[in-house]
């Protein structure tokens, strides 16, 4: 008889035996699963049957399932459970975990454009490169990865391996952003001020811009260039701890956040806290790093569900941080435009959609999407775009078109303002996606016209949501769409990456 088992391939990071047993210190994994057979094994070598029942997670013969991997406390109190990493260990980046940057980014007077081509792998490591080299108006190069609209998590452990590039003018950072997307709130697990290679900064930020509040500290240690360090974040209910090397530096217990959050790894060359490079910064610089890795606490009596999607969104009824367990919880795939439900991945298969559970264990799951073959189809990409105004030369409206979401559109901060995309033709359009940044509108609608002068309103909107929403239209068609924006959400201008419009 064959037995079928599902195995993980693990990256051991550190370890050591002895006797054939294992002492791990700080392990995490990286998962590569795929289904072998075994008949007959008849065990030689004790060591060796370690290495294959760590890689046995879990067998069945009705069922294939990938169980989760509970492994030491990073942060020495408590078990915890890794539930998203990133090893790095493959050819390219993967960008079903990280959106590469491609974009000169206004913020604290940087002087990089961020590009992907100072994004790679190379040696096990995510490499981002600055380099002294023009583009995009830009007297500098570098790279910028992060997960947002990918993963988000509230509360856990996030652990980042890496060495650090150094330098006047060189600022790497680890951090996180809300992912509602206003400013603050903001967790920096890591900075490093090039020219103080020695020295790395913790801080939290949070208030309402402009009243914004930061609290932190900073711990001084090696060069940090000269070698791969851990930083770490360990984020629960009313606690903020730091952690440098597997040693807590720092902790706070006030305005601590309980929001989603996404994580960002880069490095700015200049900037008001850095200061611009000197004769003394060496390029290009180079911030390897190692590993990514994010965790959830093991409680048994309170599990957890993570799921993730692409091209598509998940939704929990109830939706909590943690469930009693023998709770009924009922999940739902809604797929993006374009795409149909297919099926579940994780330690929960199957393909009914909605699908009810009882909470007896810690779920990661993930719903599967395809292609629609019937469903609408882009139409709007590439095409003329007309705005009311611009806040700045750079933020053109045909950024919004441009299928590059490191870019975008962004008015002058006063109301009314308006967008519109001219389609060529007329179209029947079925759907409308907006990628809102921080500065979203409030109240707005949806117009079609056949001539861009009269204008009819098929949906409309009075929210405060913002972020990326997925609009379906009935009965609405025109060769002309507009978003007309009637007050702001915040103290700017209406700003978006990309509106996407679908029609048939």
């Known amino acids: 008889m064959y037995l079928r088992v599902t195995v993980e391939t693990y990256v051991l990071k550190k370890g050591r035996f002895q006797n054939g047993a ?43 399932y990938s169980q989760e991997t509970i492994v030491e406390d990073p942060t020495g109190i408590e078990e915890w459970v890794l539930v998203w990493s990133d090893e790095f260990d493959g050819k390219e980046v993967d960008t079903t975990k990280w ?19 100072d994004v790679y792998l190379e040696n096990g490591n995510l490499v981002l490169r600055s380099r002294k080299k023009s583009m995009g108006g830009r007297d500098y190069t570098s790279g910028l990865v992060e997960t947002k609209g990918l993963y988000t998590q509230t509360y856990g452990f996030f652990e980042i391996r890496a060495k650090l590039p150094k330098g006047k003018g060189i600022w790497p950072a680890h951090w996180m952003m809300n992912a509602v997307g206003t400013w603050p709130p903001e967790i920096d697990i890591m900075e490093l001020i090039g020219h103080e290679p020695n020295k790395v900064h913790m801080t939290n930020h949070w208030g309402l811009h402009p009243d914004n509040r930061m609290e932190g500290s900073h711990f001084t240690g090696p060069d940090f260039s000269e070698d791969f360090h851990t930083f770490g974040l360990q984020w629960e209910k009313g606690l903020l701890r730091w952690f440098v090397d597997g040693e807590e530096r720092y902790s706070t217990t006030e305005n601590v956040h309980d929001v989603p959050f996404y994580l960002i790894l880069n490095t700015a060359v200049g900037g008001n806290w ?16 190692d590993y990514v890795r994010v965790f959830k606490k093991n409680i048994p009596e309170k599990p957890f569900i993570i799921a993730s999607a692409d091209n598509g969104k998940v939704y929990f009824d109830p939706d909590k941080e943690r469930y009693d367990k023998g709770d009924d919880v009922t999940i739902t795939a809604v797929p993006d435009i374009g795409y149909i439900f297919d099926s579940w991945a994780g330690n929960m298969e199957g393909f009914d959609n909605p699908l009810t559970i009882k909470m007896n264990k810690n779920l990661i799951l993930k719903a599967l999407f395809e292609k629609d073959p019937d469903g609408p189809v882009l139409i709007s990409q590439g095409k003329k775009v007309v705005a009311s105004s611009l806040e700045s030369p750079e933020l053109q409206a045909s950024n919004v078109v441009d299928g590059n979401l490191g870019t975008r559109w962004s008015s002058k901060f006063s109301d009314p303002q308006w967008i519109y995309i001219d389609l060529e033709e007329e179209y029947t359009i079925e759907a409308v996606k907006l990628y809102w940044e921080a500065a979203h509108g409030r109240r707005y609608e949806i117009q079609v016209s056949n001539d861009a002068i009269d204008w009819t309103t098929v949906e409309t909107f009075n929210d405060n949501v913002g972020q990326i929403k997925d609009i379906w239209l009935e009965n609405a068609a025109g060769r002309y769409i507009r978003l007309m924006g009637s007050e702001r959400a915040t103290q700017w201008g209406y700003s978006l990456f990309e509106i996407e419009v679908f029609g048939k």
């Open 22 to 64: 294992a002492f791990f210190y700080g392990l995490a994994f990286s998962f590569k699963s795929a289904s072998i057979k075994i008949r007959n094994m008849k065990v030689k070598n004790w060591n060796s049957l370690f290495f294959i029942s760590c890689a046995i997670l879990s067998f069945s013969l009705d069922n294939v």
């Open 99 to 117: 959106r590469i940057e491609d974009a000169a980014l206004i913020k604290n007077n940087e002087l990089q454009y961020y590009t992907p081509e």
């Open 274 to 289: 850095p200061g611009k490079p000197n004769a003394t910064t060496e390029f290009p610089q180079y911030h390897y790093i």
